[in-house]
């Protein structure tokens, strides 16, 4: 009997725990108006910081005390852990969901965001199939997993 097919899962996810420091910056022209904050007629802006959970080729989820809502363009800063090195990223909330915050009271959310760009780089202009080790990687895998994936990867 054929198992069920999640169809939102096109790409496999690897398990990740970086820091993630985010912002969402406001599109002047159609959001200003909309969500001005404190933080932003005083001339600053909000960073929030989470942990990620996993990673695939154009995505990331993280959890975080903010909530955000689908369509939220993100500014992200990814803190490779065991690593002096920052990984930036820009990308679009697909999803936000409330979960059990551990060990206090106060609100958690995971968010899911379909990431854009790494460094600069067009995601998805990187995206391969990699014949030697049966994998579809990216830059954002390459950026974050380095070889790690790849290398614990049966060949096919």
């Known amino acids: 009997m054929d198992q069920p097919i999640d169809n939102r899962r096109k790409y496999e996810r690897y398990t990740t725990d970086a820091r993630v420091e985010f912002r969402v910056p406001y599109d002047f022209e159609a959001e200003v108006d909309f969500k001005i904050t404190e933080e932003i007629m005083e001339g600053r802006e909000r960073i929030y910081a989470g942990i990620s959970r996993d990673i695939s080729i154009r995505g990331l989820s993280f959890r975080s005390p903010k909530r955000l809502d689908p369509g939220d363009l993100l500014w992200m800063d990814l803190r490779l852990p065991k690593s ?50 049966g994998v579809i990687w990216s830059e954002l895998l390459e950026r974050v997993l380095g070889g790690f994936a790849k290398l614990n990867r049966k060949k096919t």
């Open 84 to 133: 002096n090195e920052i990984v930036f990223l820009r990308g679009e909330v697909c999803w936000c969901k409330t979960t059990d915050a551990p060990g206090d009271n106060k609100p958690a959310f995971v968010a899911g965001v379909k990431i854009n760009s790494v460094d600069g780089h067009d995601v998805d202009e990187t995206v391969y199939f990699d014949k030697a080790y």
